[in-house]
C-alpha cells in the first residue's frame, strides 16, 4: 500500500528522525511510503510552497499515517481533512498500519484456491504490488481470479 505520513514539522527541531523512524517501521512492513519530510529546506520556499508538494505526494497514496503530534500542526491538520475527503485509509500511528509481510491473499477462481503470501501472490498472478493493492481494493484480478485477504 502506497502511504503517506503526516505530523507535527514545523516547531519540531527533531522532526526528520521522527518521519525517517515512520518511514522505516513502514517499509519494513512492505508499505511504500511518502515522506514530506524529505523536501529540503530552502530559504526562497515558504510554508505553501511546502503544503502544495506535500499534498501531491499525499494524493497518489492510499492511506495515511497519522504521528502522534498530529493534531498540533495545522499542515498535518490539514492532510488529514483531505485524507477524508479522498476516501484515503486514515491510520492513528505506525502500530495501526497492517504488516503486509505477514498476511496471506487467498486467490481463487472456480476450480482452484491458493493461500499465498504478498509475494507470492504477485507471482502467481503476474502483477506488481500497486497492481496487488488495487486488486485487493476491488476484490478481483485479471483472469477471473478473485483475491481475499486473510490476517
Known amino acids: 500500500m502506497k502511504i503517506y505520513i503526516a505530523g507535527k514539522i514545523?516547531?519540531?527541531?527533531?522532526y526528520k528522525k521522527k518521519f525517517a523512524d515512520a518511514e522505516t517501521a513502514l517499509v519494513r512492513k512492505g508499505h511504500s511510503v511518502m515522506n514530506?519530510?524529505?523536501?529540503?529546506?530552502?530559504?526562497?520556499?515558504?510554508?505553501?510552497?511546502?503544503m502544495l508538494?506535500?499534498?501531491?505526494?499525499?494524493?497518489?497514496?492510499?492511506?495515511?499515517?497519522l504521528l502522534d503530534d498530529w493534531k498540533e500542526s495545522e499542515g498535518a491538520t490539514l492532510e488529514h481533512h483531505r485524507a477524508i475527503l479522498r476516501s484515503q485509509k486514515i491510520y492513528h500511528g505506525v502500530d495501526?498500519?497492517?504488516?503486509?509481510?505477514?498476511?496471506?491473499?487467498?486467490v481463487c477462481n472456480a476450480e482452484e484456491?491458493?493461500?499465498l503470501s504478498r509475494n507470492e501472490c504477485m507471482e502467481f498472478l503476474k502483477?506488481?504490488?500497486a497492481d496487488l493493492s488495487r486488486v485487493i481494493e476491488k476484490?478481483?484480478?485479471?483472469?477471473?481470479?478473485?483475491?481475499?485477504?486473510?490476517?
Open 139 to 151: 476484490g478481483t484480478a485479471r483472469r477471473g481470479y478473485t483475491v481475499d485477504v486473510m490476517d
Open 10 to 14: 514545523t516547531g519540531d527541531p527533531d
Open 127 to 129: 502483477i506488481t504490488d
Open 53 to 65: 508538494v506535500s499534498e501531491a505526494m499525499q494524493k497518489i497514496c492510499n492511506a495515511i499515517v
Open 36 to 50: 514530506p519530510a524529505w523536501q529540503n529546506e530552502g530559504k526562497e520556499f515558504n510554508y505553501a510552497d511546502y
Open 96 to 106: 495501526e498500519v497492517p504488516d503486509y509481510n505477514k498476511r496471506c491473499y487467498v
Open 113 to 115: 484456491s491458493h493461500t
